[in-house]
């Protein structure tokens, strides 16, 4: 089976830098996601790490380590707007993505 | 990408009652899965839709308490049997695969059930 543990909440100011952290236990690898979920909407794609190293997207950046099983969602120049739930997940060949119990994230001005 | 539709939005049913859920995808996709996620914790994967066979479910759900349709590369059903309070939750409908990246899996907005 798999395991996935991130932190369950974290707190900043606008402004700001966070790193929400996962690390997972899997009996198959095919990579690492991560979704946000704001209140009452449905989990949207923010990005996805299949071989080691730091792949960025604007404002947000992923990292994985494969060796440790442990990979990362930076969130840089933090915005009230970023405050939702972050969930990491991780995929098996051809099934679904199985997530972690997510990290809420609370943005403060 | 692609975009899921969901009927219904939400519904309030009477234990004992049954309930399907159907999802709409705008492009063909390979795969469709059904998760559960009750208010404020994660996504649990219930089953993945298989077109033409048997859905495939995960431990702790079974085909006679949620059986699932999925006629073509587009829609699927979920029926929530027979439901009890405890089936209370938000249900979600997701794809990937073909038109979309493969990598990416897109989300429904979900169907939020309430068993009185």
């Not at chain 1, 690492?32 to 071989?51: E, I, K, M, R, V």
């Not at chain 1, 840089?76 to 969930?87: G, I, P």
């Amino acid at each position: 089976g798999q395991s996935l543990e991130q932190p369950s909440e974290v707190t900043a100011v606008e402004g700001a830098i966070v790193q929400i952290n996962c690390t997972y236990q899997t009996s198959g690898f095919y990579g690492l996601s991560w979704y946000q979920q704001h209140d009452g909407g449905a989990p949207t794609f923010l990005s996805y790490n299949a071989l080691d190293g730091l792949e960025e997207t604007g404002r947000f950046s992923s990292f994985l380590s494969r060796s440790d099983s442990y990979g990362y969602l930076l969130l840089q120049e933090l915005q009230m707007k970023d405050s939702a739930s972050y969930f990491c997940a991780v995929k098996e060949a051809g099934t679904a993505l199985i997530f972690g119990k997510g990290t809420t994230l609370s943005v403060s001005s | 990408s692609a975009v899921i539709s969901q009927k219904p939005s939400r519904d309030i049913c009477q234990r004992g009652t049954s309930l399907t859920i159907q999802c709409q995808v705008d492009s063909q996709v390979t795969m469709m899965f059904w998760y559960r996620q009750q208010p404020g914790q994660s996504l649990t994967l219930i089953a993945t839709a298989n077109q033409g066979s048997e859905a495939t479910y995960e431990s702790g759900f079974v085909i006679d308490k949620f059986p699932i349709s999925r006629p073509n590369l587009t829609f699927s059903t979920l029926t929530v049997s027979n439901m009890s309070p405890e089936d209370s939750s938000i249900y979600l409908c997701s794809a990937s695969g073909m038109t979309t990246r493969h990598n990416e899996q897109f989300f429904g907005p979900g169907t939020r059930l309430t068993v009185l």
